[in-house]
């Protein structure tokens, strides 16, 4: 038994590199898709704010896109709701209509009132666009959520919610690795 532990105690360091390692190597690709800035409200109570014209169009897949992060264990500190003013509101969700533009869906950054950079300081709210024009699915929404979570565009890995429908995006949900990155931005501030 006891050349049994011995090999043991060798061997299991090499294992434990080898594992830590590749969940490092694996989550590589996730490295560049977090915003230096984070999302500034109570997680544990997002309020969505949408009109009923909105709704009827997007509502359902609005709520469905936001609840996929919040459905996720990892992220269990996540609860998003409808709330029915934007006063209320952490996130705004909008309609435009363009047929000519490139844009199904985009997210804009606020500090109170004024529209900031993610790239330059925290947001306590977002505003939500949709391109009434396009084909707005629940996963585009799930998109859209990542950034308003802080996640950035990862345009060279297809699994990640968080690629471009227009770079081959295969994912509908967040990854594990896009849930990773979402808890680790925000686990040292939820408890």
Request: some cysteine.
């Amino acid at each position: 038994m006891s050349m049994i532990r011995k090999i043991a105690k060798k061997v299991a360091p090499i294992i434990l590199s080898f594992t830590i390692g590749f969940n490092f190597f694996s989550l590589r690709g996730y490295a560049g898709t977090v915003l230096p800035y984070n999302f500034q409200t109570t997680l544990s109570n997002i309020g969505i704010y949408y009109s009923s014209t909105y709704g009827n169009y997007h509502g359902m897949n609005t709520m469905r896109g936001a609840l996929q992060w919040g459905n996720n264990d990892l992220l269990d500190f996540l609860f998003f709701r409808k709330v029915t003013t934007s006063s209320d509101s952490s996130v705004f969700c909008t309609m435009f209509s363009n047929s000519t533009s490139a844009v199904i869906a985009e997210t804009t950054f606020y500090y109170g009132s004024t529209q900031i950079s993610p790239y330059a300081r925290n947001w306590d709210n977002c505003k939500i666009r949709v391109n009434h024009a396009k084909t707005v699915t629940y996963s585009t929404l799930t998109h859209e959520f990542g950034h308003v979570l802080g996640l950035d565009e990862n345009n060279s890995t297809p699994t990640s919610i968080m690629c471009q429908l227009a770079y081959g995006r295969t994912a509908t949900a967040p990854s594990n690795a896009d849930c990773i990155l979402v808890y680790r931005k925000y686990s040292p501030y939820v408890g």
